[in-house]
């Protein structure tokens, strides 16, 4: 009988892509390990994203399916950069990560449509409906990952506000 269980813990050898990263970070632990998520997903979504690729390429060419990856992936980069550094968070995720990311995304989105037409959209509705994103614990190791914990950013705000409505006569904000 085949068992969808995972099985007791595999030590797998761990390559360091970034700091603090590891393939065995990135797929289930034993708490929420499914086959879906670890197994099935990647492959509908490498799938659905070769399809894009493939099709971009096919209808836009060479030149415009690079031109329009790297100048997407340059238009975020510097975007999520000063988010996330704006937020107290490293910003080589967002060049690292999440530019190629979206950019891989925007390509694939022009290739299917230009394919597939509205036809796309239940490609693109499968791989979102079925993402790992939508699984509140992975969503929460996202979270903390690119953004801020809620009692960090609370104590942050508090001291914004503090600050902006000091009063003038204790106005410790101008040095001399």
């Known amino acids: 009988m085949w068992s969808l269980d995972p099985g007791p813990s595999v030590q797998r050898p761990s390559s360091q892509s970034s700091p603090g990263v590891t393939v065995d970070s990135m797929r289930s632990n034993d708490d929420t390990g499914s086959l879906w998520y670890d197994v099935g997903w990647p492959v509908l979504a490498g799938t659905v994203a070769a399809c894009g690729v493939v099709a971009a390429y096919v209808e836009i060419g060479l030149l415009g399916t690079v031109a329009a990856f790297v100048l997407i992936e340059l238009t975020v980069a510097p975007s999520a950069w000063s988010i996330l550094t704006d937020m107290g968070r490293p ?54 990952r690119y953004g801020s914990q809620r009692a960090e950013t609370r104590r942050r705000f508090e001291e914004i506000v503090a600050y902006a409505f000091a009063p003038e006569d204790d106005d410790h904000r101008l040095s001399d």
Request: glycine content about 8%; charged content about 15%; overall charge positive.
């Open 91 to 144: 910003g080589r995720p967002a060049v690292m990560e999440l530019a190629p990311v979206c950019a891989l995304g925007t390509v694939v989105a022009l290739g299917l449509v230009a394919w597939m037409s509205v036809w796309s959209i239940p490609a693109f509705l499968l791989v979102l409906v079925t993402s790992p994103l939508l699984d509140r614990r992975r969503r929460s190791g996202l979270a903390a």
